[in-house]
């Protein structure tokens, strides 16, 4: 039946927790993989794979989530799904280094459908950099609190089993907004089949892949963000200050989308972008202690969330049938796969290439975004209409 009692606000924050599950393991990475390499003294490579071992298992599950979220009650998956990470969390808190490849590449699969459950809903929402930026708003403000705690209270103290215990209770806290979810969203569209779902016109796939650069450089580098900041000797509380501030700037940073929506215009977000998030990595270049090296994090951080924001409206916009905004995970999914691995390799040597590589994925992507695929989104802004979705309960 269709829901008319329950508030839209109320459902867009219950899939913003969702989707904030989802998230933590990327915007807790840098953490979760400095306190394994300190528990188990791994090497940067060895780091960087893992991280990629988890999302491996999140691609997965993006893809998992083509066929799961359109035939399966969005209430039950998500509080399985959250049960199933708190579980994977506890068991990975105690287990030896041997099985934490496979316990990190299932969590990474849940955690993909818990991103798509989150996306899947904002996505069918008609001021889409509103909604989009709603949802990353509230995630990154749960994730500041995380990270605050986490360096300071917990990984000094406790390692990587308080790390990954302390993970565990956040998505079971999480996990109870799950109720306020109805069993589905109904789209003004069928069910795709899986092959009608990727049959997308060739544009809608370039703008994909371009977020897919886009992310897997800078994913790269916030992976060892924590490392490079360790590299300049800073202190466990001045981690958590960086990183809780990082993902408050980061928070605000999307609400301000939220709040402007889309009347900057096609162009000007992405100029933006561009000029902040490569003035934070020039900053980090020449950071020799706590204040630069935090400097050029959050200012980096700002205009990775704006990029983030206004590059996933834009691929939602070009395909009015709403099969692009479910690529989106699987594009940050393959980012996170390949951005830590090629980041370890860089940072053998030197934290400098790994700032290149970043400079230079930013680079392709708004010269992309804002050269071939406005006058494409204008087609399909002309071939369609928007508007709010129908909730069944």
């Known amino acids: ?87 994977l969390l506890f068991l990975s808190s105690i287990a030896g280094w041997q099985f934490q490849m496979l316990l990190w590449s299932v969590l990474g699969f849940f955690a993909g459908l818990m991103t798509c459950l989150g996306l899947h809903i904002m996505g069918e929402m008609a001021n889409k950099e509103r909604a989009l930026g709603l949802r990353q708003g509230v995630e990154l403000g749960v994730t500041a609190l995380v990270l605050f705690l986490l360096p300071a209270y917990v990984t000094a103290t406790y390692g990587y089993q308080g790390t990954a215990l302390t993970l565990l209770a956040i998505v079971l806290l999480l996990g109870i907004s799950a109720f306020v979810l109805p069993e589905k969203v109904s789209a003004s569209v069928e069910p795709f089949s899986f092959r009608k779902q990727l049959k997308m016109p060739p544009v809608v796939w370039l703008a994909v892949f371009t977020f897919f650069i886009f992310g897997a450089g800078n994913i790269g580098l916030w992976a060892f963000l924590e490392r ?39 162009w000007l977000p992405y100029l933006i972008v561009f000029a902040v998030l ?90 992309i975004f804002t050269t071939i695929l406005p006058s494409a989104l204008t087609k399909a802004q002309d071939d369609s209409g928007s508007s709010e979705p129908e909730l069944v309960s």
Not at 27 to 50: E, H, K, M, R, V
């Open 228 to 266: 490079m900041g360790n590299s300049l000797n800073l202190a466990p509380n001045e981690q958590g200050i960086v990183f809780a501030v990082l993902k408050l700037l980061g928070g605000a940073a999307a609400f301000s989308v939220a709040i402007v929506g889309n009347r900057l215009g096609r």
């Open 1 to 87: 039946m269709t829901m008319t009692g329950r508030p839209l606000l109320a459902l867009m924050l219950a899939a913003s927790f969702a989707s904030t599950i989802g998230g933590l393991p990327f915007n807790a990475l840098p953490i979760l993989l400095g306190s394994l390499a300190d528990t188990f003294q791994l090497t940067p490579s060895q780091a960087g794979f893992l991280g990629s071992a988890c999302f491996t298992g999140y691609l997965t599950g993006t893809f998992a989530a083509f066929f799961l979220i359109k035939h399966t009650s969005l209430k039950k998956l998500t509080i399985v799904s959250a049960v199933i990470i708190a579980t």
């Open 278 to 367: 490569n003035g934070g990595l020039a900053l980090l270049w020449y950071a020799n202690g706590f204040l630069p090296f935090a400097m050029g994090a959050w200012i980096w951080e700002v205009g990775f969330t704006w990029g983030c924001v206004y590059m996933t409206a834009m691929i939602a916009q070009l395909d009015s049938q709403g099969r692009a905004i479910m690529l989106i995970p699987a594009a940050f999914a393959l980012s996170s796969m390949v951005g830590p691995a090629v980041a370890g390799m860089l940072i053998e040597t030197s934290f400098v290439p790994l700032l290149m590589f970043a400079a230079l994925s930013t680079a392709c992507a708004i010269f």
